[in-house]
């Protein structure tokens, strides 16, 4: 036993890890206390990765017959293991798309985890069901979709897109037998998707065992209607979804959604809206002028773990009508069989996946605690601080955008400057700790982007980045 474990356990032994103790409590009080510092610390560090060669020499073997005690284990993790992980939700992490969860969110994850909740189905879950399709519903009317549209929080953007998807193909296939037609096309299904969408749709598309027919986006990174309708009517009933990225990762570039959604007219296809990242500007006057068109479509994305302030890993899944995605994705068992005998509202229904953590609730209490308008703010800043980066970076010799940003994401590069300039510098930043910012690279050449979610994220901050680019 290790220090602060050290009281006489009366309990068996094979309860031990479970039974309320002086030990038990002296880990929860260990763990809440760290927690509470991480949580309201003000200089975490950025970090930076090492190797497993010198995290095997720094931590030595942590598990053993004996175990090494909470102390010593909290210690491995706080002193060697968190410093070797990128701090995501750090002001001037700018790469991917960082993590920046409120401190409601965070907090309230812990409370999540101490509840023992599960968020399958409303037998077990109805008081975190109820409130997380609360906010399911909020999130669907601020998207513009009708009464009675909802989902299921699933783990993220990849799961999301592919559920939605599955659901999409299940409709289609069900309309053909419906009309006394093969379930499967002539050539097999298709989905349609802009070039630049994001690589969970080819993801989706190889486990679903269907095609993928990306079509080319303007010059400006927006896929157009004209363009969708061209691959419509060369694929003709093969196509079961058209998928339109609202906000793409690599420039926050919007699809043109209402142009592609007008195509319905003309075309049966379900409309998904991928907006992992990007659908939260939706909640700011700034962003959603961007997004016309998706209340129009039959399922959406967002990942919460982006750009809603919620901690990894969330996304919210909305269809227009959920009745497709409970069709779709019913698991049948004898032993579930009291569970889907009921007309509850059963989360698992909706998505790939049985077993699930009520992942929405820190999102809920966030959102409960602050109100809505709060999050408009934030959103609404990452985005008004992109434009102003944006002019800064148009003002400044030697700096050129790549593309005029819509949402928060701001790319661009510098005159002369190959990859390896770009690796070196960004190496340095990193070496510093001054920031997080990784080259990418569009059409061949390679530049570097700032992705701005956090509401902490200064002006000055970015600036001084910049200035380390002379
Ligand atoms: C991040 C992202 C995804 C994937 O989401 P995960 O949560 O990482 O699985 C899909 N689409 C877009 C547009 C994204 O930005």
Redesign the pocket.
């Given at each position: 036993m290790s220090a602060g474990d050290q009281s006489p356990n009366p309990q068996p032994d094979h309860a031990r890890m479970h039974s309320v103790s002086d030990e038990t409590r002296g880990i929860v009080d260990l763990v809440l206390e760290y927690s509470r510092r991480r949580i309201l610390a003000t200089d975490t560090p950025l970090d930076h990765a090492s190797s497993p060669k010198e995290l095997r020499r720094l931590a030595g073997p942590t598990i053993s017959e004996e175990g090494l005690g909470s102390r010593r284990a909290l210690s491995v993790f706080e002193h060697i293991l968190a410093p070797a992980c990128i701090t995501t939700d750090h002001p001037q992490y700018l790469s991917f798309?960082p993590s920046a969860p409120s401190k409601a969110a965070i907090a309230f994850d812990l409370v999540v985890s101490a509840s023992a909740l599960y968020g399958g189905s409303w037998m077990e879950g109805a008081g975190a069901v109820y409130a997380e399709n609360e906010v399911l519903a909020w999130l669907a009317s601020e998207f513009g979709l009708p009464e009675g549209a909802g989902g299921v929080f699933v783990?993220?953007?990849?799961?999301?897109?592919l559920s939605a998807l599955v659901a999409a193909r299940d409709r289609a296939r069900a309309l053909r037998e419906r009309a006394g037609l093969v379930s499967r096309p002539e050539g097999g299904w298709a989905v349609v998707c802009s070039a630049e969408?994001?690589?969970?749709?080819k993801s989706a598309a190889r486990v679903m065992d269907v095609d993928v027919v990306p079509v080319l986006a303007d010059d400006d990174g927006v896929l157009r209607a004209a363009a969708v309708r061209e691959a419509l009517e060369q694929r003709g009933d093969r196509v079961f979804a058209v998928v339109a990225?609202?906000?793409?990762?690599n420039f926050g570039v919007v699809d043109d959604i209402a142009g592609i959604a007008a195509l319905k007219h003309d075309f049966d296809f379900w409309l998904h809206i991928?907006?992992?990242?990007?659908l939260t500007a939706m909640l700011s006057p700034l962003g959603r002028p961007h997004f016309g068109g998706v209340e129009r479509a039959d399922s959406v994305?967002v990942?919460p773990?982006?750009w809603l302030f919620a901690p990894y890993?969330v996304?919210a899944l909305v269809y227009r009508d959920p009745e497709h995605g409970r069709q779709a994705h019913t698991q049948h068992a004898e032993y579930l069989d009291v569970l889907t005998e009921r007309a509850a509202y059963d989360p698992s229904d909706y998505s790939i996946q049985l077993t699930r953590r009520p992942r929405g609730l820190p999102l809920w209490f966030s959102l409960a605690t602050y109100g809505a308008a709060a999050y408009r703010e934030a959103v609404t800043h990452s985005i008004a601080l992109a434009r102003r980066i944006a002019d800064e970076i148009e003002r400044r010799p030697g700096l050129r955008l790549v593309r005029r940003p819509q949402l928060s994401v701001v790319v661009f590069e510098r005159d002369g400057w190959e990859r390896a300039d770009y690796d070196r510098w960004s190496d340095r930043l990193l070496d510093e700790q001054r920031a997080f910012v990784v080259p990418s690279s569009h059409a061949g050449r390679p530049n570097t982007r700032f992705a701005i979610v956090n509401p902490l994220t200064a002006f000055e901050q970015l600036t001084e980045i910049l200035d380390t680019m002379e």
């Open positions: 798309i783990q993220g953007g990849t799961i999301g897109n969408a994001h690589s969970s749709i990225t609202g906000g793409s990762t991928d907006g992992a990242y990007g994305i990942d773990h982006k890993d996304c």
